[in-house]
C-alpha cells in the first residue's frame, strides 16, 4: 500500500493538513465519529481540549486495534460546537496526534449527539490489505 499526500504548489501548504491523499492498494478502516469520551461513556471534561485530546486517544485506540497509526489516517472531518476557540483543539489534538497532516473537514455545528459534547471526530484509514 502506497499513501502519498499532495499539496500543489499553486495552493497554501500547512504542517497541519495536506490538500489531498492518493491512495493504491489496501483495505480501507472507516472510524465513527469520536468524542471525547472514556470507555465507561462519560465526557473528559467541559472544555474542548480535554475533549479533544479524548477523542483522538480514542481514535488512536481504533487504529491499534485494526493494525494502523495515524500515517493510515488519509481523511478527518471534525464537527466542533459553535462559539468554541478551534486553537485550542488544534492544539490539544497535536499534543495527541502528532504532526501527521492528513486532509481535514472542519465544521461549526449547533449540537452533538452526546449532551455536552465540543467536538466529534471521524476519519478514514487505508491499512495493507
Sequence with gaps: MKI?????????????????VVVE???????GGQNGVLSDGTL????????????YKNMLEILKTVGASQENVVKQTIYVVKGQDIREGFAAA????????????????????????????????????
Design 4 to 20: 502519498t499526500h499532495v499539496n500543489p504548489d499553486g495552493l497554501h501548504k500547512s504542517p497541519v493538513f495536506s490538500q489531498a
Design 25 to 31: 492498494g489496501g483495505k480501507t478502516v472507516y472510524i
Design 44 to 55: 473528559v471534561g467541559d472544555t474542548l481540549a480535554a475533549q479533544t485530546e479524548q477523542a
Design 94 to 129: 497535536q499534543k495527541v496526534w502528532g504532526n501527521f497532516p492528513t486532509p481535514i473537514s472542519f465544521l461549526f455545528v449547533e449540537s452533538l449527539g452526546v449532551s455536552g459534547a465540543l467536538v466529534e471526530i471521524e476519519a478514514i484509514a487505508v491499512i495493507d490489505a
